[in-house]
């Protein structure tokens, strides 16, 4: 019998990639998404309809202990990707924030406690729990100095999976992706951002530009997610693990590669004020340290920057222009 895998968050970005890996891979995959009454799926209908046959869905949501509970039921590893991931909607809506990436952990952490099957919990960190780097790289024993409502409540995610780990017993690891990009992401983030004007041929308008980031194809990122869940439980229990490419880019780098990529690296670039973060929550450096997981998961990067970037600009080439309008707000 196939090991079954609950995904939580599944209809997301790397959520969906994640699901697709898994059933390719032949995990019995349960995909629990937040329930909508339009029906949506979110970024799960973007697969093949012989993959999405062998997922089984379970809609509800992670702020629902009940929900849960049943999601939970007869799984034998957990993959928690469920969070509200936004950094300027939890300025204006942090008790949300909280309540989803927060307690929703907790929801999760609970239901498990009373499965006698469980053998791996996967909680998906962020390197924004981090802050602006003190050093670089960023190893997992980087002081955590969250400068968000939204990285606070990872940070405290982090901390609660840590302690029923300590406490419990609970199976947990911790997987902490740098930044994530690829097909399916949302328009909202930088990448998508860039690359849609881009392509639109427009000017290309930021917050700032200076910050730099540590960009890894969301293809490595679910090789991690993978290596988690095979690697011996006494290499990875109670452990934590960054996963980046230990190569940074500032934003302004980053557009000007892509403007190039896309053949027009004659687009003007402004930085515009509306887009800012307050100076005290802005991250201007991240860059990971990943030889932790080099040697427990046997893990490495294997997409270089332009590499990756291709792949997400040809799929967006393709996929935008049948996107709802909304979507365009960039």
Not at 24 to 44: Q, T
Request: proline letters at 6%; a negative charge.
């Amino acid at each position: 019998m196939a090991e079954r895998v609950l995904v939580t968050g599944a209809g997301g970005f790397i959520g969906s990639h994640v699901v697709e890996a898994l059933v390719r891979e032949g995990y019995h995959v349960r995909a629990f998404v937040r329930y909508v009454s339009s029906g949506s799926i979110g970024n799960l209908a973007h697969l093949e309809p012989g993959v999405l046959a062998e997922v089984e869905l379970v809609r509800g949501d992670i702020r629902d202990a009940d929900a849960v509970r049943r999601a939970c039921s007869q799984c034998h590893s957990v993959l928690h990707l469920a969070a509200s991931i936004s950094i300027p909607y939890s300025y204006v809506h942090p008790r949300e924030i909280v309540e989803t990436n927060l307690l929703g952990t907790l929801n999760m952490l609970s239901a498990l406690l009373d499965s006698g099957s469980i053998e791996r919990v996967v909680v998906t960190s962020t390197s924004e729990v981090f802050g602006t780097a003190q050093y670089v790289p960023m190893d997992e024993g980087h002081p955590l100095q969250p400068q968000s409502p939204y990285a606070a409540s990872k940070a405290a995610a982090d901390m609660l999976a840590e302690s029923f780990f300590r406490t419990y017993g609970l199976p947990v690891v911790v997987l902490r992706p740098f930044n994530t990009y690829g097909p399916r992401q949302s328009l909202r983030a930088v990448v998508p951002t860039i690359i849609v004007q881009a392509l639109r041929g427009q000017a290309i308008r930021l917050g700032r530009l200076e910050p730099k980031r540590d960009l890894l194809y969301v293809a490595d990122t679910v090789a991690a997610f993978l290596a988690v869940l095979r690697a011996p439980s006494d290499a990875v229990v109670g452990q934590s693990f960054n996963v980046g490419t230990g190569q940074e880019i500032s934003i302004g780098e980053l557009c000007q590669r892509i403007c190039a990529l896309v053949g027009k690296p004659e687009l003007p670039i402004y930085c515009e004020e509306q887009r800012l973060r307050p100076e005290q929550s802005e991250v201007y450096r991240l860059c990971a340290d990943s030889r932790k997981a080099r040697q427990h998961l046997g893990w490495a990067p294997r997409y270089t920057l332009d590499c990756g970037l291709q792949e997400t600009i040809a799929w967006f080439a393709e996929h935008v222009p049948y996107w709802p309008a909304e979507h365009y707000a960039v």
